[in-house]
C-alpha cells in the first residue's frame, strides 16, 4: 500500500505530501487545478514514459516520490534488495522508497530504497504494487496472459489442482518430445559417429594390443639389433667365470675355490680366516650360477634369429599406427577402445529409444488432450460465471447493456496452460460485435469496465494498490452513486485512489484530498502574473462538508449544498454494507 506520496514542481503542483492510507481515498478539486497530476505522479513512479512539459514552469526538474508498505516477504522486496536498494524492516512488513526525478530537460533518474535505478526495474517493481485505470494507461487485463490469470485464479481450487497435474505432464511431454526431435534431426550425424566408432574398433581389435606391449617389444627389438654383441660379452663373461683354458691364472672358478681351500686348510688356527673360507664357498656357488645363466642366456641368443627381429618390427609398426591414430601410448589406446565401445553401444540403441520415445510423446500427447478438455471444461464454467458477474456490475455502472464476454477457442495444440485461447471481449449493447478491452470504449467506459472487473476478481486476484481516472466520466445520479459504492467495495480488499468530480463517489473515501489552485498576482494585487500553483490538503470533516457542496452545487457555503453534502456522506456509510 502506498502510505505516502509527495509530488514537487510536478505541472501546476509547487510542493504537496499526500497522506494515504488503507481503503479508499479520493482526490477532488476544480478544473485545472492539477487533480490528475496525482495520476502522473503515480504513472512516473511505475517507470511511465517521461515528459519535459510536465514540470513546472520555471523550475528546473520535477519529483515523484511514494512512500510502500509491504508485507515481509513480498516479492518486490526481494526484487528492490537484488537491484541495490534499501528497505526498512519492521515487525509487521517492510518499508519501501520508489523516487522519480524529471528535469526540464527531458532527462530522467530513478531511485529505488534511496539508490539509482533503472526505470525498467521501477516498473518491474511496479506491475505487481499498482494499477492504474486511466484514459492513458495501459489496462491491467489487456494480454491474453493477464485475462487467462485472471481467469485461472478466479476458478480457484476447482482449476488449480487439475492446472497442477497438467503442467507436470506437459514438462514430460515437452522433454521427451525435445529428446525425440534430437535423436531424429541428428540420426544422420550420430550414423556417421557410429560408422567411425566400428571401424576404429575392428582395426584396435584386429591388431589386439596388450597393456604395455609396446614397451616390451621395444626392449627386444634393441636386444635382438645387438645379438652379436651380446652374443660375444656372454661367452667372454661365461668363459672368464667357468674356462679350462683361460690362461695360466685360470678361471674366476677356480681361482675363488683354489682361495676357499688355502684358508679352510688353516681354519682351525683362526676363526676369522674360517669366515672368509665360507664367504668365498658362497661366492663360488653364485659364480657357478652366473655362469650357468649366461650359458642359457647364450644358447637362447643362438635360437632368436634375424626372423624374430623382423616379426617384431612388423608387431611395433602395428601397434605404432594405432598409438598415431588414437592414443599416446598402448595403454591409453585401451582406454579409449573401451569408452568408445560403451559410446557404440549407446549409438545402436538409438533406433529402440526412439521407438519408446515416440511411443511416450504419443501416449502423452493424448492424456494431455485429455486432461486440457477437462480444464476447458473447468473454464468454460467460470468464465461464464464471471462474465455474469461483471455484466451485472456493468449494469448497476450505467452501462446497462454492455456484456464482458470472454471467449474460450481451442488453441490445436496443448500449451504449457492448456489448449485454450482466452480473450475478454466487451459488447457495449445487444447485437453490437463485441471488441477486444480497451477499443471501442471511451476512456470513462473503460475505467468503468475496469473497475467492474476488478470489483469481482478482487476477492481472488488483488494487486495492493488501485489508482482511477475519469471512471465517473459521463455519469451522475445514480449510476454516480453505483460507482462509488463500487469503489468503496473493493477498497475492502485493497488501497484505492480515485480522482473524480462527482460528490456522489467522494461521499465514500475513507480519505478526502482536495486541490485548490492560486493565481498569483503583482506587486498591486491585482494584476495577474500567469502564474499559477496548486495546494494540496486532506480534508477533515467539515472542510470535506465544504469540498463536497462545492462540487453539489458550487456554493461551498451554501447551508443547502451542505445539508445535501452532509446527507450524502450518510448515504454513503450505508450503502457499502447493503452491497
Do not use: C
Amino acid at each position: 500500500m502506498i502510505e505516502e506520496l509527495r509530488i514537487r514542481d510536478l505541472g501546476v503542483i509547487t510542493d504537496a505530501t499526500l497522506p494515504l492510507g488503507p481503503g479508499l481515498s479520493v482526490v477532488t478539486g476544480e478544473t485545472g487545478a492539477g487533480k490528475t497530476m496525482v495520476v502522473t505522479a503515480v504513472g512516473l513512479l511505475l517507470g511511465a514514459r517521461s515528459d519535459a512539459g510536465a514540470v513546472r514552469s520555471g523550475a528546473k526538474s520535477a519529483t515523484a516520490e511514494a512512500v510502500l508498505k509491504l508485507e515481509s516477504g513480498h516479492p518486490a522486496i526481494a526484487r528492490a534488495l537484488d537491484a541495490g536498494a534499501e528497505a526498512e524492516e519492521f515487525d509487521d512488513g517492510a518499508e519501501l522508497i520508489l523516487a522519480r526525478r524529471l528535469g526540464a530537460d527531458g532527462r530522467s533518474r530513478a531511485f529505488l530504497g534511496g539508490r539509482a535505478a533503472p526505470v525498467g526495474v521501477l516498473a518491474e517493481i511496479g506491475e505487481s504494487l499498482v494499477v492504474v485505470h486511466g484514459q492513458s494507461d495501459q489496462i491491467r487485463l489487456k494480454s491474453a496472459t493477464a485475462q487467462r490469470e485472471a481467469l485461472d485464479k478466479f476458478a480457484g481450487d476447482a482449476l488449480a489442482g487439475p492446472l497442477a497435474a497438467y503442467q507436470e505432464l506437459y514438462g514430460r511431454w515437452k522433454a521427451s518430445q525435445a529428446e525425440l526431435d534430437s535423436l531424429r534431426s541428428a540420426a544422420r550425424d550420430r550414423l556417421r559417429e557410429a560408422e567411425s566408432l566400428e571401424a576404429a574398433l575392428a582395426e584396435i581389435d584386429g591388431v589386439d594390443p596388450q597393456p604395455g606391449e609396446d614397451e616390451l617389444l621395444k626392449a627386444e627389438a634393441v636386444k635382438l639389433a645387438n645379438v652379436e654383441e651380446l652374443r660375444i660379452a656372454a661367452s667372454t663373461a661365461h668363459q672368464a667365470l667357468i674356462a679350462e683354458d683361460f690362461g695360466e691364472a685360470g678361471d674366476a672358478t677356480t681361482l675363488v675355490d683354489a682361495a676357499k681351500r688355502t684358508l679352510e686348510h688353516v681354519a682351525e688356527h683362526d676363526a676369522e680366516l674360517g669366515s672368509a673360507a665360507e664367504r668365498l664357498a658362497e661366492v663360488g656357488f653364485l659364480l657357478n650360477d652366473i655362469a650357468t645363466e649366461l650359458a642359457s642366456y647364450q644358447a637362447g641368443l643362438d635360437s632368436e634369429g634375424p626372423e624374430r627381429l623382423a616379426e617384431i618390427e612388423d608387431r611395433r609398426a602395428a601397434l605404432a599406427k594405432l598409438v598415431r591414430k588414437y592414443a599416446p601410448t598402448i595403454d591409453e589406446v585401451l582406454v579409449w577402445a573401451e569408452t568408445a565401445r560403451i559410446r557404440y553401444d549407446e549409438l545402436q540403441d538409438d533406433s529402440s529409444r526412439i521407438e519408446a520415445l515416440d511411443a511416450e510423446v504419443v501416449r502423452a500427447e493424448a492424456e494431455l488432450r485429455k486432461q486440457s478438455a477437462a480444464i476447458s471444461k473447468i473454464r468454460s464454467k467460470a468464465a461464464k460465471d464471471l462474465s455474469a458477474r461483471v455484466s451485472a456490475e456493468l449494469t448497476a455502472l450505467a452501462m446497462a447493456d454492455a456484456t464482458l464476454v470472454i471467449n474460450l477457442e481451442s488453441a490445436g495444440q496443448p500449451g504449457p496452460h492448456g489448449a485454450d485461447d482466452i480473450s475478454f471481449l466487451l459488447q457495449p449493447h445487444s447485437g453490437a460485435p463485441a471488441r477486444p478491452l480497451g477499443k471501442g470504449a471511451s476512456g470513462g467506459e473503460l475505467s468503468r469496465v475496469m473497475l467492474a472487473i476488478e470489483v469481482v476478481l478482487a476477492a481472488v486476484d488483488p494487486v495492493p494498490t488501485f489508482v482511477f481516472d475519469e471512471v465517473d466520466a459521463g455519469v451522475g445520479g445514480r449510476a454516480a452513486v453505483e460507482i462509488g459504492r463500487r469503489l468503496a467495495m473493493l477498497a475492502r480488499h485493497v488501497q484505492v485512489l480515485v480522482v473524480t468530480h462527482l460528490p456522489q463517489v467522494a461521499a465514500f473515501a475513507d480519505q478526502h484530498i482536495t486541490v485548490t489552485k492560486t493565481s498569483v498576482r503583482g506587486a498591486d494585487g491585482k494584476t495577474a502574473t500567469g502564474f499559477t500553483s496548486s495546494d494540496v490538503r486532506l480534508l477533515d470533516g467539515p472542510e470535506r462538508v465544504r469540498e463536497l457542496a462545492r462540487m453539489l452545487a458550487g456554493q461551498e457555503d451554501s447551508e443547502s449544498a451542505q445539508a445535501h453534502a452532509r446527507e450524502l456522506l450518510d448515504d454513503a456509510k450505508l450503502l457499502p454494507q447493503r452491497a
